[in-house]
């Protein structure tokens, strides 16, 4: 079961902050879960899911109906938890 990638608009915004390697790498991690999400996925406070890339952390929003994954966080390991 194939899932499609949405990006918040924060988290797009934080994405083109980014120097263009860092992204690439973020970008390109967030693409390959689509296949199968929770062999790298782990359930964070509420309804999120958090993926580690590295320094960062990708707080995920998934709806089960339609297979989507929305990413809604994206920051430094140490800022994400403190939101």
Known sequence: M????EWDENARDFLNKLPKNIAKRIFDKVESIKENPFRFLEHYEGEYYKLRIGDYRALIDINF???????????????????
């Open 2 to 5: 194939s899932f499609s990638i």
């Open 65 to 83: 109906n339609n297979n989507i994954l929305t990413v809604q966080v994206l920051d430094k390991r140490g800022r994400i938890y403190k939101r």
